[in-house]
């Protein structure tokens, strides 16, 4: 039998204690409730917190009353509210107001010379988080008793809410010893460990804490994850991986697939070279879900597992027009007919949660990252640099990421005639129910009417901005995509890679083989 695999870490609270592991990061976390905006919610929302907090504080000892009174201190300052405030003046939707100002003060937290100082971030990240819950009207759930928790870091009021008279423990990635839950653990004898750097787990494994000695001891089947590796960018040749799927005179074709809810990866084809498109905004029910990091991270993560070593391209939120979030509406940004990069760049920080999530993302599979209604080469570059930057303080958050290849929807005319000035883009993917009502400048609800009409200039569009490409890699994720009519032209314009809905994939499967890469049907068909 194999020996188990035990992990170094830091005593931060001595003892031993064994049971089913609780992940903090789930996989499986579904959407949350719809949250009301308006910073009447956000001031409602700080005063169900503070009660929380003081139904906790009721019978508490003095050491985690003192834990509790600082939270609602911070909860209480009016600098908070003020700056708050002032991001809502500027036009900013109040919950992402909430997480841009808390989020700073976590940064200066983060970065200071002290260790006590860096371990107060945890109590500021569990106070936006409590707000952000009551704001949605879904408070932090507490962990089955006797259960060993294992996550990044560790709340002090979750700490506070759980029953430990049942047993279990603390193991985190990361975490301090001068932090407040580690004071807490200490003074309430629950066997905790700090820095035993990311492992893989699953819910219900069995594991141990040695708080005496520092360590975690695993089942011997688990492993730590692999640390980080540069991205690797999309290159022209990924079209051998699918193996199987190839023309009629021996070209390969990669197919994958389009999905819009992360539950329809529960039903992957293991013949599917990948998910070629995820419509990320499709996953959020309101604002509160886009505003959750953490919310996001799990959905992410869901679809890189499931889909293993097959590439994911996910698609940044592409919300205003006729695809609304709700929480936004009262968005200036969308009443002046912005959507897609556009208002991801007019109101960053939902670009900037989104992509710390992606980036965290990166770690469990091939992601890639596309950006929606890309129009000019600089809001490429632009929101290149939003997650540079992001990538920058995750890094100095000890977060394990990843800068996946950042590429760009085509469903612009601008930009498809123009593609060869987009050099930061990694990719390309044609969108062409966009691409198709630009062009015959029809409206959304009457697209389908003019499909066949705008076709032939749709085509001729895009077999000129394949050759616009340059080499990279080319893909087409519209409907067109799926519709064997057009594949003719679309082979002939020099497409290798389709990504289709996934009732369309046998159709277009079969239509695939039956014709040679240059659009010409095969001899004897």
Known sequence: MAEPLRLTAKSASPGIASGPAFLAERPGAGPAPQTAGGYDA??????????????????????SRDIIDFQIEVLRDPSIAEATGARTESDENVVFA???????????????????????????????????????????ADFPPGSVFVGRDMEPSRFLAHDWSKGGGIA???GSTAGHVALLA?????????????????????????????????????????????????????????????????????????????AEIDAFDPA???????????????????????????????????????????????????????????????????????????QPEIA????????????????????PMVTFPDEIDRMREIFREEAEKLGRRSLLHRMPPIGMMVEVPAAALMLDTFGSAAFFSFGTNDLSQYLAATAREDADADAGK????????????????????????????????????????????????????????????????DGTRAAGE
Request: hydrophobic fraction near 50%; proline fraction near 6%.
């Open 352 to 371: 900037r949660i989104q992509a710390r999530a992606l980036l965290r993302a990166a770690v469990f599979g091939r992601l890639s990252v596309m950006l």
């Open 454 to 517: 705008a076709a032939p200039a749709v085509l001729r569009l895009i077999a000129g901005a394949v050759k616009l490409a340059a080499g990279k890699p080319v893909s087409i994720c519209g409907d067109m995509a799926g519709d064997p009519s057009y594949l003719p032209a679309l082979l002939a314009a020099g497409l290798r890679h389709f990504s289709v809905a996934p009732a369309r994939r046998p159709a277009i499967r079969s239509a695939i083989i039956d014709f040679n890469a």
């Open 42 to 63: 956000l001031e409602k929302a700080i005063d169900i917190s503070i009660g929380e907090l003081e139904r906790l504080a009721e019978g508490a000892d003095a050491e």
């Open 98 to 140: 909430w997480v841009a100002t808390l989020d700073a003060y976590i940064g200066e937290l983060e970065t200071a010379d002290e260790e006590q100082m860096r371990a107060r971030a945890v109590d500021i990240l569990d106070i936006k988080n409590r707000v952000l819950g009551a704001l949605a009207g879904s408070p932090t």
């Open 272 to 346: 599917t070279a990948g998910v070629g498109l995820m419509r990320s905004e499709f996953s959020f029910v309101s604002v509160g879900d886009a505003a959750n990091e953490d919310r996001q991270l799990a959905i992410y993560r869901r679809v890189l597992e499931q889909a293993g070593e097959r590439p994911v391209t996910i698609r940044m939120l592409d919300i205003g027009g006729d695809k609304p979030l709700a929480g936004l509406e009262d968005l200036p940004a969308l009443a002046s007919g912005l959507r897609g990069i556009r208002l991801l760049l007019a």
């Open 186 to 262: 200490r003074a309430k004898s629950v066997p905790m460990v700090v820095g035993t750097g990311r492992f893989s787990a699953v819910d219900g494994d069995p594991v141990s804490i040695d708080g005496n000695a520092g360590a975690v001891v695993l089942q011997a089947s688990r492993m730590l994850i692999p640390p980080l590796v540069p991205a690797q960018a999309p290159t022209s040749d990924m079209q051998s991986e699918s193996g199987e799927l190839r023309t009629a005179d021996g070209v390969p074709i990669l197919l994958s697939i389009n999905i819009n809810d992360p």
């Open 172 to 174: 985190l990635f990361a």
